[in-house]
């Protein structure tokens, strides 16, 4: 059974630093696509950015250029979030998803096959 655990949210003020992991368990961590997501209340589900094991590639959403980095250790199965300079707008809760085998990539929630259950992050001002 596919499981994705988040852990690493909390409260921290503007300008601050966190780092989130997404813990994956119950496929080969050898062929995926994982992707950060973040929903805040009253908004849509945003791609925030993901990760290829195929070839390293990373991708990120304008708002987070910068200040995010995403990266994976394979021998432990997870994938971290550091996110630097966080801002009020940042908070929310943030998901990590796995896409096996993708034939994409991208930070589109559709593509993804598996879900966490999420991590709060709080930001305040």
């Known amino acids: 059974e596919v499981q994705l655990v988040e852990s690493g949210g909390g409260l921290v003020q503007a300008g601050g630093s966190l780092r989130l992991s997404c813990a994956a368990s119950?496929?080969?961590?050898?062929?995926?696509?994982i992707g950060w997501f973040r929903q805040a209340p009253g908004k849509e589900r945003e791609g925030v950015s993901c990760?290829?094991?195929?070839?390293?590639?990373?991708y990120y959403a304008d708002s987070v250029k910068g200040r995010f980095t995403i990266s994976s250790d394979n021998r432990k199965n997870t994938v971290y979030l550091q996110m630097n300079g966080l801002k009020p707008e940042d908070a929310a809760v943030y998901y990590c998803?796995?896409?096996?085998?993708?034939?994409?990539?991208?930070?589109?929630?559709?593509?993804?096959?598996?879900w966490g259950q999420g991590t709060q992050v709080t930001v305040s001002s």
């Open positions: 998803a796995a896409e096996l085998n993708p034939v994409g990539i991208g930070l589109t929630p559709a593509l993804y096959d598996y």
């Open positions: 119950g496929f080969v961590f050898d062929d995926y696509a």
């Open positions: 990760i290829s094991s195929r070839d390293g590639s990373t």
